[in-house]
């Protein structure tokens, strides 16, 4: 596999384990409840942009290999 395309497999797997991890604590902690309305849309955004985010590299992953 070529060096770039390690690089973006890389970045998947450390992508998918932040979105994941987000995930978990968007909609199974209770602490996310405790955190203002503000900070949750937010956080709620940021889980939509990193998937998103995710589903271009793994286009671009896909092609590359």
Not at 10 to 16: P, S, V
Not at 34 to 55: H, N, W
């Amino acid at each position: 596999m070529q060096e770039h395309v390690e690089r973006m497999k890389k970045e998947l797997d450390e992508l998918g384990d932040k979105i994941n991890k987000l995930g978990v604590f968007i909609y199974e902690n209770e602490k996310f409840d405790t955190l203002s309305p503000f900070e949750q849309v937010a956080m709620i955004k940021q889980l939509g942009f990193m998937q998103a985010y995710r589903d271009v590299l793994l286009e671009r992953f896909e092609h590359a290999k």
